[in-house]
């Protein structure tokens, strides 16, 4: 049995885009035993708020309609809630929105107003930006109560500490919580310099022991997503990462 490692490169892609992409390997691997993920290092250029996240929630108040828009960009949650102010109070400055504040307890979103005109959301697209506000799915509305209007779903925006790597080419050996199969979590650490890298600190295994030997390896088809199963979107910036092989010599 042989131990070698593979650097591998988004940029030496054949086709594809940096997130998902095909590399062809210049020797094949015969009788691949396991695979151990070594190391990775991707720029800090994501968005957890992509196109397809932009839009997709409606709030009425006092007759008239307003569909939030959020622009594209990477958000911490006092983020998300200062947009969402600025947005409401500009498009209903009779409503008198004081604040949107979020509960870590609770994991939602609540948006205060002194008019006693009832202020109401509702999920107008599948899957967009009501995920992450707290209207999703789809037709999911509220009214507020007593001046407050609480979504009706927990906030799910993700932040850059977790990614989902699949390799086509190799065995499923992680389950997620909404039962996406991948290659290796990738348990990410911010470090200087616009980089993150994988966290070997953070006993996460990314170890592929397979139950039967892969035969040939020549080709490698990567993709990345987020936690919520959207892909990853690199936004044209390169990536690396390093595997350990063991397979026959």
């Known amino acids: 049995m042989a131990t070698s490692y593979l650097f591998v490169r988004s940029a030496d892609r054949s086709l594809g885009s940096s997130s998902a992409f095909s590399v062809a390997l210049n020797t094949p691997y015969r009788n691949v035993k396991a695979i151990s993920l070594v190391s990775a290092e991707l720029p800090f250029s994501m968005f957890n708020v992509d196109n397809v996240y932009l839009q997709g929630v409606q709030f009425t108040h006092n007759g008239g309609t307003f569909n939030l828009v959020l622009s594209a960009g990477y958000y911490l949650v006092s983020d998300l809630c200062a947009a969402m102010l600025s947005a409401l109070q500009a498009a209903f400055p009779s409503a008198g929105v004081t604040s949107v504040t979020y509960s870590s307890t609770s994991g939602k979103i609540s948006i ?10 509702v999920s107008t697209t599948a899957g967009s930006l009501g995920r992450i506000v707290g209207t999703d799915p789809l037709g999911a509305s509220t009214v507020a109560s007593g001046g407050v209007l609480v979504m009706p779903y927990v906030v799910q925006l ?8 699949k390799i086509v080419e190799l ?12 290659f290796a979590r990738l348990q990410l650490a911010a470090t200087p310099g616009g980089f ?23 080709t490698l088809t990567v993709s990345l997503f987020t936690p919520d199963g959207q892909p990853a979107n690199l936004h044209g910036c390169e990536w690396s990462f390093t595997l350990l092989i063991q397979a026959s010599a």
Do not use: E, H, R
């Not at 205060?112 to 959301?121: D, E, F, I, P, R």
């Open 171 to 182: 065995p499923a050996q992680c389950v997620t919580t909404n039962n996406m199969t991948c």
């Open 112 to 121: 205060a107003y002194t008019s006693g005109l009832v202020l109401s959301v």
């Open 196 to 218: 993150v890298m994988l966290n070997n600190a953070s006993g996460t295994v990314n170890t592929s022991q397979f139950p039967s030997p892969v035969a040939t390896l020549s």
């Open 158 to 165: 993700f932040s850059l500490s977790t990614l989902l790597m």
